[in-house]
T-cell receptor, first 114, second 114 residues
Framework: AQKVTQAQTEISVVEKEDVTLDCVYE???????LFWYKQPPSGELVFLIR??????QNEISGRYSWNFQKSTSSFNFTITASQVVDSAVYFC???????????FGDGTTLTVKP | NAGVTQTPKFQVLKTGQSMTLQCAQD?????MSWYRQDPGMGLRLIHY???????DQGEVPNGYNVSRSTTEDFPLRLLSAAPSQTSVYFC?????????????FGEGSRLTVL
């Protein structure tokens, strides 16, 4: 069975601080995909990034970066120089092509204070 | 583009009443799914469909029915609402059933069962 653990329920930082959101996953599949989604206070769910299990390259997109490590089954998300607009719930998700399902973590609520 | 459209956005029911949450997408996506979001529990899969005429159960299917008569529509039916079904419901779709792409979410439907 697949499982995604986001151990940090809530994180609070002051604007301009760097913050890392942790995601640990469990799967028996060799081929799988990992995702991060953002849910701002308005409630919609916004896709941020996808990574497949064969691509361990880290990725940077502006102030966002992702560190995928198969050895530790982790897919962590770092926001550099956080801003108030980054305040949201962030979800990590895991899916595999054979099961046809996506498994979400419980989410991490990030609050960035001015 | 409209994307994924859910109706209604808000609904209050009494215990035992029935209702249907509507979901429509205009992106010709094969895969559609319903999730419920409860505080601290992330997103849990209720039912999903990999194409017209094909549906399957997710993690928490009890109390819900679905059908997929067209590619565009995937309604979720509550036959006899219970207070435990108070939640925010999200419909999501993606371009193929192979589970490799990100999900496109509707704006959510907030349901309260009294």
């Amino acid at each position: 069975a697949q499982k995604v653990t986001q151990a940090q329920t809530e994180i609070s930082v002051v604007e301009k601080e760097d913050v890392t959101l942790d995601c640990v996953y469990e799967t028996r599949d060799t081929t799988y995909y990992l995702f991060w989604y953002k849910q701002p206070p308005s409630g919609e769910l916004v896709f941020l990034i996808r990574r497949n299990s064969f691509d361990e390259q880290n990725e940077i997109s502006g102030r966002y970066s992702w560190n995928f490590q198969k050895s530790t089954s982790s897919f962590n998300f770092t926001i550099t120089a956080s801003q108030v607009v980054d305040s949201a719930v962030y979800f990590c998700a895991l899916s595999d092509p054979s099961a046809g399902k996506s498994t979400f973590g419980d989410g991490t609520t990030l609050t960035v204070k001015p | 583009n409209a994307g994924v459209t859910q109706t209604p956005k808000f609904q209050v029911l009494k215990t035992g009443q029935s209702m249907t949450l509507q979901c429509a997408q205009d992106m010709n996506h094969e895969y559609m799914s319903w999730y419920r979001q409860d505080p601290g529990m992330g997103l849990r899969l209720i039912h999903y469909s990999v194409g017209a005429g094909i549906t399957d159960q997710g993690e928490v299917p009890n109390g819900y029915n679905v059908s997929r008569s067209t590619t565009e529509d995937f309604p979720l039916r509550l036959l006899s609402a219970a207070p435990s079904q108070t939640s925010v419901y999200f419909c999501a779709s993606r371009p193929n059933y192979a589970n490799t792409g990100e999900l496109f979410f509707g704006e959510g439907s907030r349901l309260t069962v009294l």
